[in-house]
T-cell receptor, first 119, second 115 residues
Framework: NAGVTQTPKFRILKIGQSMTLQCAQDMNHNYMYWYRQDPGMGLKLIYYSVGAGITDKGEVPNGYNVSRSTTEDFPLRLELAAPSQTSVYFC??????????????????FGPGTRLTVL | AQSVAQPEDQVNVAEGNPLTVKCTYSVSGNPYLFWYVQYPNRGLQFLLKYITGDNLVKGSYGFEAEFNKSQTSFHLKKPSALVSDSALYFCAVRDRDNYGQNFVFGPGTRLSVLP
């Protein structure tokens, strides 16, 4: 059981380049999330998904896109990289029951992160 | 709107002494509260959570947190700090009564335990 995995661990992009950050989980979680972490700012939610085929914007979605074609995978796409997107990106997943958070559900499990620098 | 405050950027404590990392929150409904820890160059790891019931919640690595509804606080505590507890700690909240709301994280508190 690998949990939440992310690739790559590090990446340097030039302004205007594009890339996809990969995220996968093997816990059969229905919810998946993408966050960015800037120094002293905590985590900001970029996009989230409540299940395959369903995605929604979080607090800071501009400049990013996501897709969720399977339960396991939730890639994050940067189309035209900008210096403001320099950050550490974390993917997370959780399992929520239809009736709401109960017991051990709704705990988020995080991947190790991707450190992205845009120059 | 939901919000979380961690009023201290940095907390320093001597090894063996008790530690407290503070968290206050704001939600329109009832809160669902979490503490996470982040070690250098790692993702966040779950420590403990409050859903309902007993206000004192016990979690991993000897940590505990006390939910105080009147003060809207959820402070993280440990009776005897270890050097290995040095890390970045995040408090998070979700509004349990607005199921569509997602988690909001605080800015983090860096804990340094001195030998």
């Amino acid at each position: 059981n690998a949990g939440v995995t992310q690739t790559p661990k590090f990446r340097i992009l030039k302004i205007g380049q594009s890339m996809t950050l990969q995220c996968a989980q093997d816990m059969n979680h229905n919810y998946m999330y993408w966050y960015r972490q800037d120094p002293g700012m905590g985590l900001k939610l970029i996009y989230y998904s409540v299940g395959a085929g369903i995605t929604d914007k979080g607090e800071v979605p501009n400049g990013y896109n996501v897709s969720r074609s399977t339960t396991e995978d939730f890639p994050l796409r940067l189309e035209l990289a900008a210096p403001s997107q320099t950050s550490v990106y974390f993917c997370a997943s959780s399992f929520l029951l239809a009736g709401g958070p109960v017991g051990n559900t709704d705990t988020q499990y995080f991947g190790p992160g991707t450190r992205l620098t845009v120059l | 709107a939901q919000s979380v405050a961690q009023p201290e950027d940095q907390v320093n404590v001597a090894e063996g002494n008790p530690l407290t990392v503070k968290c206050t929150y704001s939600v329109s409904g009832n809160p669902y509260l979490f503490w996470y820890v982040q070690y250098p160059n790692r993702g966040l790891q779950f420590l403990l959570k409050y859903i309902t019931g007993d206000n004192l919640v016990k979690g991993s690595y000897g940590f505990e947190a006390e939910f105080n509804k009147s003060q809207t606080s959820f402070h993280l505590k440990k009776p005897s700090a270890l050097v290995s507890d040095s890390a970045l700690y995040f408090c998070a909240v979700r509004d349990r009564d607005n199921y569509g709301q997602n988690f909001v994280f605080g800015p983090g508190t860096r804990l340094s335990v001195l030998p």
